[in-house]
């Protein structure tokens, strides 16, 4: 079966720490996104990826940064720098960049 | 002012009920999305609009390009179709085409 995941569902890191959230698709999609979503707001783009090997900041860059190595996967990394990480983060990929958007399950980052 | 509005941000209907939720948007697009995010998080695409209707089983986006305005219709509502409903645009004047999110619809349909 063809998706996208995302793991861990459920992710705690202590104040400090960096983390990395994996996203993987195989549905053979060029471009990838990754989202953050706050309580009362609007999904943000973090950063996207419109091609391996290429990634572009989006409007919440700050504080995070990402690779895209191989095509299927665009893991995120939420570094210290981070103010404010506790989040549910959603990845999300496309055949090309404007068609539409199929969404992965989403990691709910705690950091305590 | 938010660049893409929807109202109501929260609905509560009996099941059996026809259901609207509208978006407003401030921007010139190239599209509209309307997606469906479940209580465990999940969002799946239900719809993309450029112009006009959609309808995918009980399911009908509308879309007015000139006032700005997009609806979601769900008929013979049920609980199953509890979740947020969001609204997305794909700004044509935006840097890169970026998409612009609505803050969702939270709708609650009561059995």
């Known amino acids: 079966d063809g998706g996208i995941t995302q793991s861990p569902k459920y992710l705690f890191r202590k104040e400090g720490q960096n983390v990395t959230l994996s996203c993987e698709q195989n549905l053979n999609h060029d471009a990838m996104y990754w989202y953050r979503q706050d309580p009362g707001q609007g999904l943000r783009l973090i950063y996207y990826s419109q091609i391996v090997n290429d990634f572009q900041k989006g409007d919440i860059a700050e504080g995070y940064s990402v690779s895209r190595e191989k095509k299927e996967s665009f893991p995120l990394t939420v570094t210290s720098a981070q103010k404010n990480p506790t989040a549910f983060y959603l990845c999300a990929s496309s055949l090309g960049y404007t068609d539409t958007q199929y969404f992965g399950p989403g990691t709910r980052l705690t950091v305590l | 002012k938010n660049e893409v509005e929807q109202s109501p941000q929260n609905l509560t209907a009996q099941e059996g009920e026809f259901i609207t939720i509208n978006c407003s948007y401030s921007?010139?697009?190239?599209?509209l999305h309307w997606l469906q995010q479940h209580p465990g998080g999940g969002i799946v695409s239900l719809f993309m609009?450029?112009?006009g209707k959609k309808k995918h089983g009980r399911l009908i986006a509308t879309i007015n390009i000139q006032e700005k305005h997009s609806s979601l219709h769900i008929t013979a509502s049920h609980p199953r179709d509890s979740a947020v409903y969001i609204c997305a645009v794909r700004s044509e004047w935006a840097r890169d085409d970026k998409i612009i999110f609505g803050k969702g619809t939270r709708l609650h349909i009561l059995p």
């Open positions: 609009l450029s112009s």
């Open positions: 921007v010139g697009i190239s599209a």
